[in-house]
Each structure stands twice: as structure tokens, then as C-alpha cells.
């Protein structure tokens, strides 16, 4: 398809999808899983970081005859459909948070008790190293990649409002506004990933998985294609999980040819920016007189108490080694906020280059991700598609994305970028006072705050660097040359 999505090097498998979007925020996520799972007549392979039973698939005040809470779904999918056979793996570590749920304990001994229901535990990774794919099959003819699980906090609309009814936990507490992402796709493209599955369930329960035979499940209603017929790349990262196994390292490497690619600007939503490859490979572009801009949207600060201590204060530093390197004014970090400019917490990972190149997925910008969990991304490059219609609809989904941060009509922020020819002066034109994107500050890092960070403590590049010296780790280890001049 391109240099960049290269079989061996950037991807797993390129392979067709007759349809291919991507699902904006969780409200939009739950309801179109939900429509697929209710059309399955063989199979769901549902592998996840996290599973809460207690959560309501969809939105308040559905009405199709289905059970509102997962817990309570998937067993009556299984019971409706008398072939259909339903396997839900998670990361070990993560199954044991949900054995401290007591409600839940109880939907999983419901779903066990069921011949055709089968959910297992996946603990075969590295110390500390975590399976963090997020992934839905339906009758390997619908698939869907991203950011989001089936948990609890994931939940919200579009409007990311202040005060949200339907955003809240079993109890009525209510939950802070949640910006998040997948990809939705069918055709062999979905076969694909329905193969992931099942080389994971096959690793972890000992059971070699057939491909489906089952007739092609309708595509959701409510979800508009953004392209296809079009070929889509599959990128994974894996540490070696034996000692004559190599890891695989497709997702830092696409990170990587992305970033060198750019021409005109680079878009990117995540979770975290912590990633000190992605932060060499962005300075080497900020320094060159004609490079791309860069612009980057964040969470104002992670989740827990632990994380900040890795990631934020990583990002502190990274930030501020980059601003040395942006001698041409190229380089933004924002946050989104709501009416009331309270934080809106970010958990999207997706990339847009040029409209040109479009990755969604579970990868974050941090070293985890490249070298120590396992995550799944999707690329799609509109170069395939000669008519140039491919890359205007990302350029749409990027007006989209910020039109939704800024408080904007995506067709105001499609006028701001064709006034401004920029995208950081798009931003700045649009942004202001209420539900907006706010400028990253950063903030005074204590000096055991800067030391985590420099080390890597928490966030580690790849399980042996578990048992190196500190002497050997670094978040920056010569990688951020000093800036030229």
C-alpha cells in the first residue's frame, strides 16, 4: 500500500475492509458493540484490559428487548442464539480488580455456569508487563479496535457535559467526562483480527480457536463509513514471551515512519506523552525550517496516584526538552475542558498525519507500550485512494475531533484551518473561555518527581529493563540531542 505500512516492519496484516470508520467517545462505541453482539449467530471474541458486569451497554432509555447491564447481556445473547458461542479473555491482573467487585463475582460464576459462555484469564506476559489490547470480533465479519473497555468511567456523550445523568456508577455517583476512541471495520480486515484473537486465546487457554463460517453480520445503522473499499494495516506490540521468541515492536516502529513522513502536520490524541523515542523523533522534525506542526491532546494530568508520578512528570520533562528543540514555534500540547472548564480526561489514542495516515488503537505515547504490553493498532493511509475522497474524510474526522474539544461546528473549524493554514492557529483563533482546549503549563517537578521520571521507575522501555541499574536507565539516555546552534 506504502513505504510506511510495510508487512514485517509496521504491520502484522494489511488486509481488506469493505467498510472502515472510527466511533467517537464511548456512548457511540456501546451502542454500535451492542448492535453487532445482538446480530452474532457464532462467535464474540471479546479480549479486553478490563471487564466491570455492572455496566450499562448503551444508553439510558434503549428500548430493544435486550438486558441493560453486560453482565446480564451476555448470557441472554447466548440463550437466544443457540450456536452462538461466547469467549471474553482479560489481562490476569486486571481479572483479579474485578474479584474485588462482589457484583461481579457473581455475573462471572453466571457466565461460567453456561455451556457456550467461556471467560478466562490471560496471564501469559513478562513481571509487570500487561495485556492491554482492547478488541471485539463478531463472526470474524465485524471487528472493532481501540481505546475503550467494557468498564466502568468509560461511559459519556459528545457533549461531555458537567453534569451528565447517565454517567455515573451503579450507586448514582457521578463520573468525570470521558474522551475516548475506536475503529470499526469489516471484510477480511475483521477475519484478521478474529486471527489475533484466537492466537491469544490459543496462548493463553491451551485451545486452538477454527475461523468462523457464518453469514456477513449487518453493519451498524448509526455508524457512517468514513472509507472503503480500502486496506487497512493491523500493528502490534508483544514483548519475547520465551527465550527463543522475538518481541514485536510493529507499533513503535509505525509511531516512528508516521512521525518521519509528515509533511504538513502531525494530530495526536493519547492518554499519555511519555514516550522518549516519539520525543526524539518529534525534535528531529521540530528543528528542520520546513518540518511539521505537532500538535498533541492530553488529559491535564493521568489517573491514581501512582501514574502521575510516572507519566507526568515524564511528560513535564519531555515537553520541555521539545520547546528547546522548536525553534519555529511548531510544537502545541492542549487539554480539553468542559463548560465549566473542568478537566475532560482523554484515554483516545489516535494519530492523523497529513489526512494522509490514520492510526487508532490501544497504544499510548509512553515506553509501555512500545516494548512492554501488548497493544493492537489499526493504520489506514489515504494514498491508496487516488480520488483523494479518503483524505478528505480525515480531514473531516480531525475538524470533528477539534470541533468537539473547542466547542465548535466542525464546518468553524474547517473555515478557521483554511484562514489560518495552521493548525495551532486554528486552535488559538477557536479556542477561549468554557468548553475549550487549554494550553499545557508545566508544572514545578519536586526533585524525587523528576528523578522517577528520569528513571523510568514506572514506566519501564521493555521487560529487561526491569533488572537494569539505574546507572543504564533514563528517560532520556542521549536520545534528545541538544538543540542545533
Known amino acids: 500500500m506504502s513505504e510506511i505500512v ?22 457511540q462505541y456501546f451502542l454500535a458493540a451492542r448492535d453487532a453482539m445482538m446480530k452474532a449467530r457464532k462467535s464474540i471474541l471479546l479480549v479486553g484490559w478490563d471487564f466491570d458486569a ?133 471484510g477480511d480486515a475483521a477475519r484478521a483480527l478474529g486471527d489475533l484473537c484466537r492466537l491469544r486465546w490459543q496462548r493463553a487457554c491451551g485451545e486452538e480457536l477454527q475461523p468462523v463460517e457464518a453469514a456477513p453480520v449487518d453493519w451498524p445503522g448509526h455508524v457512517t463509513p468514513i472509507a472503503g473499499p480500502v486496506r487497512i494495516g493491523i500493528a502490534r506490540s508483544q514483548p519475547a514471551l520465551t527465550a527463543d521468541e522475538a518481541p514485536v515492536r510493529e507499533v513503535e516502529a509505525l509511531y516512528l515512519d508516521m512521525i518521519g513522513a509528515a509533511k504538513k502536520l502531525i494530530y495526536a490524541e493519547g492518554q499519555y506523552f511519555a514516550s522518549r523515542r516519539v520525543a526524539a523523533a518529534l525534535a528531529q ?103 483523494g475522497a479518503v483524505a478528505r474524510r480525515l480531514a473531516d474526522l480531525r475538524h470533528d475531533l477539534l470541533a468537539e474539544h473547542l466547542g465548535q461546528t466542525p464546518e ?15 486552535i488559538e483563533a477557536l479556542r477561549g473561555g468554557g468548553r475549550s482546549l487549554v494550553p499545557y503549563v508545566t508544572p514545578d517537578l519536586t526533585a524525587v518527581e523528576a528523578w522517577i521520571a528520569d528513571n523510568e521507575v514506572l514506566d519501564p522501555d521493555g521487560p529487561e529493563e526491569m533488572f537494569e541499574t539505574f546507572a543504564r536507565r533514563g528517560l532520556f539516555r542521549g536520545r534528545l540531542r541538544k538543540p542545533k546552534g
Not at 6 to 27: H, M, N, P
Request: charged share 25%; with cysteine; net charge negative.
Open 6 to 27: 510495510e508487512i514485517g516492519r509496521t504491520c502484522w496484516r494489511l488486509e481488506q475492509a469493505q467498510r472502515f470508520s472510527v466511533i467517537i467517545d464511548a456512548e
Open 54 to 186: 455492572r455496566i450499562r451497554l448503551g444508553s439510558p432509555g434503549q428500548h430493544d428487548g435486550a438486558p441493560d447491564t453486560l453482565g446480564d447481556f451476555v448470557p441472554w445473547l447466548a440463550e437466544r442464539s443457540p450456536e452462538l458461542e461466547i469467549r471474553l479473555l482479560q489481562w490476569n491482573s486486571g481479572a483479579l480488580v474485578n474479584m474485588m467487585r462482589p457484583t461481579n463475582i457473581w455475573y462471572l460464576l453466571r457466565w461460567k455456569a453456561h455451556a457456550r459462555i467461556t471467560a478466562r484469564m490471560d496471564s501469559t506476559m513478562p513481571t509487570l508487563a500487561s495485556h492491554h489490547q482492547k478488541l471485539l470480533v463478531v463472526d470474524d465479519s465485524i471487528a472493532f479496535c481501540g481505546g475503550i473497555d467494557m468498564t466502568m468511567n468509560r461511559w459519556d456523550t459528545r457533549a461531555h457535559a458537567d453534569v451528565e445523568p447517565g454517567r455515573t456508577t451503579p450507586s448514582g455517583k457521578q463520573l468525570m467526562p470521558w474522551h475516548d476512541l475506536s475503529s470499526i471495520f469489516d
Open 285 to 387: 522534525r521540530l528543528e528542520e525550517a520546513d518540518g511539521p506542526e505537532v500538535v498533541i491532546i492530553n488529559p491535564t494530568g493521568t489517573d491514581g496516584w501512582l501514574e502521575p508520578l510516572a507519566m507526568d512528570t515524564a511528560r513535564a520533562r519531555l515537553v520541555e526538552s521539545l520547546k528547546r528543540h522548536d525553534r519555529h514555534g511548531r510544537f502545541a500540547v492542549y487539554h480539553p475542558v468542559t463548560a465549566q472548564e473542568n478537566p475532560i480526561f482523554v484515554h483516545a489514542k489516535l494519530m492523523i498525519v497529513d489526512d494522509r495516515l490514520l492510526r487508532v488503537g490501544s497504544s499510548n505515547l509512553n515506553n509501555r507500550s512500545m516494548r512492554l504490553d501488548s497493544e493492537c493498532d489499526v493504520v489506514l493511509d489515504a494514498a491508496q485512494d487516488a480520488s
Open 412 to 426: 468553524a473549524v474547517a473555515a478557521a484551518f483554511a484562514r489560518e493554514g495552521s493548525l495551532i492557529g486554528t
